[in-house]
């Protein structure tokens, strides 16, 4: 058993996990990144001597942190754009409090660890995570190893810029995949067409008239339902997370690519859409080709991947 912590901008989650990536105890708390730093990684320590109680005869207990950002193998934080953080050794900080030591790793590779050792990629050695959530994070392994590049700052597929669009990412550039393919892009686009006429929508009515109220979750079942301009966005999202997957098919050639993250919910109705995107693009259709695989760990693929990344790193503990 080891201890996972998923590190976001809105809340904290940590757990228990044992060998089989079963989360035995959690614990939540808001991040309130607002309160600076210091106050974070204490939270975070109050929460992880919390569960070390749970660990019979003093064994010692290896934890495994999930980061918004980058980090190395040191266990500092490099950067954190949603929490602020940069260039903070949050390994050595959380050690003095709680007397543990630490492996950090992004949070997007860390939920990519976690499909591959407990979810829907076990038994893979070559897959690519893509998490459909406010943004877009992404995770690559091959060969049983995590794919970072060089200087471990690769796999941001989010960041892969895929068009031109009518708003910049929050990188600063413009066509970012995320901003096509991800729940904040999804919405923008909806209120976008949803304002430039008087086409009834039952999205709107959902959210009880006011169209500052529609959410992802929103237009997604709208969608379902049939809605038009939900069903426009939808597809437009389908469409381009199409193309951001054809350009990583072509490049790496994956065995199976696998959604993960809050539109993930969408099940078939996501895939079936995607895919048939996917099979108008491919360069190679005479091949087998990455099969499009909906995660199943949801929310605990951070928590239970952070958990396994001790192990799976290869770090000292």
């Given at each position: 058993m080891n201890i996972g912590v998923d590190i976001g901008g809105t809340n904290i989650a940590a757990g228990i996990v044992d060998d089989g990536g079963r989360i035995i105890k959690k614990i939540t708390a808001s991040t309130n990144r607002g309160r600076g730093y210091g106050a974070v990684v204490k939270?975070?320590?109050?929460?992880?001597?919390a569960?070390?109680?749970?660990?019979?005869?003093?064994?010692?207990?290896a934890v495994g942190l999930a980061i918004p950002g980058?980090?190395?193998e040191y266990g500092n934080v490099i950067k954190c754009v949603n929490l602020g953080w940069r260039n903070v050794p949050l390994s050595d900080d959380i050690k003095k409090l709680t007397g543990m030591d630490c492996v950090i790793e992004n949070d997007s590779n860390a939920a990519a660890v976690g499909e591959y050792r407990f979810g829907s990629m076990k038994g893979k050695e070559s897959f690519v995570m893509l998490t459909l959530g406010t943004g877009l994070g992404s995770g690559i392994i091959d060969g049983g190893r995590l794919m970072k590049g060089f200087h471990g700052a690769g796999a941001e597929i989010g960041h892969m810029v895929v068009g031109e669009?009518?708003?910049?990412?929050?990188?600063?550039?413009?066509?970012?995949?995320?901003?096509?393919?991800?729940?904040?892009?999804?919405?923008?686009?909806?209120?976008?067409?949803?304002s430039a006429g008087d086409e009834y929508t039952v999205a709107i009515d959902m959210a009880g008239g006011d169209v500052e109220l529609v959410d992802s979750k929103i237009i997604t079942q709208a969608a379902m339902r049939g809605d038009v301009l939900s069903l426009m966005a939808f597809d437009r999202l389908c469409k381009y997370l199409a193309t951001g997957i054809v350009n990583i098919i072509n490049v790496i050639d994956p065995q199976e690519?696998?959604?993960?993250?809050?539109?993930?919910?969408?099940?078939?109705?996501l895939l079936e859409?995607?895919?048939?995107?996917?099979?108008?693009?491919?360069?190679?259709?005479?091949l087998t080709h990455a099969r499009v695989r909906l995660a199943l760990l949801g929310d605990d693929a951070g928590v239970a991947g952070a958990a396994a990344l001790p192990e799976f790193l290869k770090y000292p503990i």
């Amino acid at each position: 058993m080891n201890i996972g912590v998923d590190i976001g901008g809105t809340n904290i989650a940590a757990g228990i996990v044992d060998d089989g990536g079963r989360i035995i105890k959690k614990i939540t708390a808001s991040t309130n990144r607002g309160r600076g730093y210091g106050a974070v990684v204490k939270e975070i320590s109050i929460i992880l001597n919390a569960l070390s109680k749970d660990f019979e005869g003093g064994r010692k207990v290896a934890v495994g942190l999930a980061i918004p950002g980058v980090g190395d193998e040191y266990g500092n934080v490099i950067k954190c754009v949603n929490l602020g953080w940069r260039n903070v050794p949050l390994s050595d900080d959380i050690k003095k409090l709680t007397g543990m030591d630490c492996v950090i790793e992004n949070d997007s590779n860390a939920a990519a660890v976690g499909e591959y050792r407990f979810g829907s990629m076990k038994g893979k050695e070559s897959f690519v995570m893509l998490t459909l959530g406010t943004g877009l994070g992404s995770g690559i392994i091959d060969g049983g190893r995590l794919m970072k590049g060089f200087h471990g700052a690769g796999a941001e597929i989010g960041h892969m810029v895929v068009g031109e669009n009518f708003y910049n990412c929050t990188c600063g550039k413009n066509g970012c995949l995320e901003t096509f393919a991800s729940a904040s892009a999804l919405v923008r686009y909806f209120k976008r067409i949803a304002s430039a006429g008087d086409e009834y929508t039952v999205a709107i009515d959902m959210a009880g008239g006011d169209v500052e109220l529609v959410d992802s979750k929103i237009i997604t079942q709208a969608a379902m339902r049939g809605d038009v301009l939900s069903l426009m966005a939808f597809d437009r999202l389908c469409k381009y997370l199409a193309t951001g997957i054809v350009n990583i098919i072509n490049v790496i050639d994956p065995q199976e690519i696998v959604i993960g993250g809050g539109l993930s919910g969408a099940g078939d109705f996501l895939l079936e859409k995607v895919d048939s995107y996917v099979k108008k693009s491919i360069f190679y259709n005479e091949l087998t080709h990455a099969r499009v695989r909906l995660a199943l760990l949801g929310d605990d693929a951070g928590v239970a991947g952070a958990a396994a990344l001790p192990e799976f790193l290869k770090y000292p503990i």
